[in-house]
């Protein structure tokens, strides 16, 4: 059971734009594209270059370094995750001190590894949708919530037809409709929180 499953029984997702995690979750989606972005290269550039210089004596080289940055970054990544969103995590890595030969066959075969391997891919995707929800809900908000600041012929909603607000009401409405629109990124934000601690709990489940 997770810290977040405990306390989400008693917290109702229409509590989700005054709740902190709303707010952990918002600065932990921020860092998500970034992130995502890194893992995305080095999974691409990891198997790239493994099956590239298999025939090699580099590739056996290639492949125990990109798993071991995978089991790396897995464990780092499902600590902090864990700490953020509240999730009681135990990620594993392979076990270091039974011998070279017994560690690198944990490292290739192991359940650290690929588990490590969704995980990663998994923040990947959340990193692009973190990017989309953030940058869209968050910059369309803000153009709408200062629409009584710059009304008239500067202000011009477009959707199915083009409309300049020129009125003070007008822009009431239109900053009415910001508001709506903070408040369904928020929502989403709780929600994307919540997704993520369930699949870190699923990976990482601390028994």
């Given at each position: 059971m997770t810290r977040s499953n405990s306390s989400a029984a008693r917290r109702s997702f229409l509590a989700a734009p005054i709740d902190p995690f709303t707010y952990r979750t918002l600065g932990y989606l921020a860092l998500a594209a970034p992130i995502g972005l890194a893992y995305t290269v080095l999974l691409s550039v990891g198997l790239g270059l493994s099956l590239g210089l298999?025939?090699?004596?580099?590739?056996p080289v290639v492949v125990v370094a990109t798993l071991l940055a995978v089991v790396t970054l897995a464990w780092l990544d499902a600590r902090l995750t864990g700490g953020v969103l509240g999730v009681d995590v135990a990620p594993e890595f392979p076990a270091v001190?039974?011998?070279?030969?017994?560690?690198?066959?944990?490292?290739?075969?192991?359940?650290?590894?690929?588990t490590g391997v969704a995980f990663l891919a998994y923040r990947a995707a959340l990193g692009l949708v973190a990017f989309v929800v953030l940058v869209t809900g968050?910059?369309?908000?803000?153009?709408?919530?200062?629409?009584p600041f710059a009304y008239g012929d500067t202000l011009v909603v477009q959707a199915t037809t083009t409309h300049v607000v020129d009125t003070f009401a007008e822009s009431v409405l239109v900053a009415a409709a910001g508001v709506l629109t903070g408040l369904g990124t928020l929502y989403a934000t709780n929600l994307l929180g919540?997704?993520?601690?369930?699949?870190?709990?699923?990976?990482f489940h601390d028994a």
């Open positions: 298999s025939i090699t004596p580099l590739g001190d039974q011998g070279v030969v017994a560690f690198l066959q944990e490292l290739a075969f192991g359940r650290a590894t690929w968050l910059s369309l908000t803000a153009a709408l919530l200062l629409a919540r997704a993520s601690a369930h699949v870190t709990d699923a990976l």
